[in-house]
């Protein structure tokens, strides 16, 4: 699948391009995720000033109206120089969501922030025993007056150390793994009764786990209907799940490029690593994954705006042909380099990290399978 670009998203992309390339390569990346606080705003600032973090929004919204293939073209980037600033998180999550589930009062009080970096967010709706499933949690939201009290813990939050707000999920009727009756909700991650404990990922970006006991949020803050959080979630799942796919292609086609070049380069028995024809099958099999790739994640894009059946089938497919093309081209490049492609001063072991968490995140192959399977004898029914 080629989809040719308009030239306003060729200029997008050679300024992304350009950017990057100056002022994000390896080294300014390593330096990045070594410190305290694990990312730069400093470039947050240069990416807003670029107005990436307003890029894809409806124009109704104040955004720049790019939409889904807009952001394929900044995640791709992005996972070309590995960047670790929380744009995943706070615009595609939670601006996302806020997008097209909140009202028009929370839409003109939160997306502004996000457009112009200065609100940072992430998504808490994983638990411990949860898997993938938005339904089998047991953090609770009771009504009490005029807010509801949350209690619960959230597991590995992606960028909560960072961010200003959470968007909690929490059953407020229902039983533990009943589909209705989950809502979501805004919470200042400052918020009394809540704590972080965070931690560093694999990849180089910060997670925590979150507790919240007795959290108080006004109703106000309520995110869309309650009791129909799942459907929202899924929603956001998928267009999650474009991104990602956009971004492994960014750091997949660097794992290819620096592949290549060492094996024309480095000498083994005399001759280079290339001349060997069963290593150069493995490489043109490598390329080929990132071709299926390209193609799943335009699919999927495309399919952001179906039915919901159609745009989860699209995603589930994607997802397995993403999770496992990061893992084939991970750890083939890593082979091929020997043991020094795990080295922290080589860039193929940064992404070979970022490759596999990419391969679950949102979900793994297995469960993408199943779910695709679901959809198939709903459909049937």
């Not at 989809?3 to 306003?8: A, D, K, S, V």
């Not at 900044?74 to 615009?91: A, D, S, Y």
């Not at 959230?154 to 909690?168: E, F, R």
Request: net charge negative; with cysteine; proline share 2%.
């Amino acid at each position: 699948m080629d989809i040719q670009l308009t030239e306003e998203q060729e200029l997008l992309r050679s300024s992304i391009q350009r950017l990057l390339r100056d002022r994000y390569d390896f080294e300014a990346r390593r330096n990045i995720v070594a410190t305290d606080e694990g990312w730069s705003r400093a470039h947050w600032k240069a990416f807003v000033e670029l107005g990436l973090c307003a890029a894809p929004f409806k124009e109704s919204a104040g955004g720049l109206g790019g939409g889904p293939l807009t952001t394929m073209i900044i995640m791709k980037e992005f996972g070309r120089h590995l960047v670790v600033e929380p744009f995943f998180e706070t615009v595609v999550l939670a601006g996302g969501l806020i997008e097209n589930i909140g009202s028009q009062v929370q839409r003109d009080h939160f997306l502004p922030g996000i457009m112009t970096g200065e609100s940072i967010w992430a998504l808490a709706w994983a638990e411990g025993r949860s898997r993938y499933d938005f339904n089998n949690i047991a953090t609770t939201a009771r009504r009490q007056g005029e807010n509801y009290v949350l209690s619960g813990t959230k597991a590995a939050v992606i960028g909560a150390p960072w961010a200003d707000k959470l968007i909690v999920s929490a059953r407020t009727s229902g039983g533990p793994r009943d589909r209705s009756g989950v809502s979501l909700f805004v919470v200042d991650r400052h918020s009394a009764n809540l704590h972080l404990q965070g931690f560093k990922t694999i990849d180089g970006r910060r997670a925590a786990e979150v507790a919240l006991m007795n959290v108080e949020v006004p109703a106000s803050q309520l995110l869309g209907t309650e009791g129909e959080g799942v459907a929202a979630l899924e929603a956001c799942r998928d267009r999650a799940i474009a991104a990602l796919c956009a971004e492994a292609i960014g750091a997949m086609t660097e794992l290819n490029a620096a592949t290549l070049e060492y094996c024309k380069t480095r000498k083994q028995f005399g001759t280079t690593l290339g001349s060997f024809q069963v290593l150069q099958h493995r490489m043109v099999d490598m390329y080929l994954q990132v071709e299926l790739v390209r193609s799943a994640a335009m699919f999927a894009a495309l399919k952001l705006e179906a039915e919901p059946s159609e745009r989860a089938a699209a995603a589930s497919t994607a997802k397995v042909t993403v999770a496992n093309a990061c893992r084939f081209v991970g750890q083939s490049a890593v082979q091929l380099h020997g043991g020094m492609g795990m080295t922290d001063e080589l860039p193929i072991g940064h992404y070979f990290k970022r490759a596999s968490v990419i391969e679950i995140e949102h979900g793994s192959a297995d469960w993408h399978l199943q779910r695709h399977a679901r959809l198939e004898r709903a459909e049937v029914a």
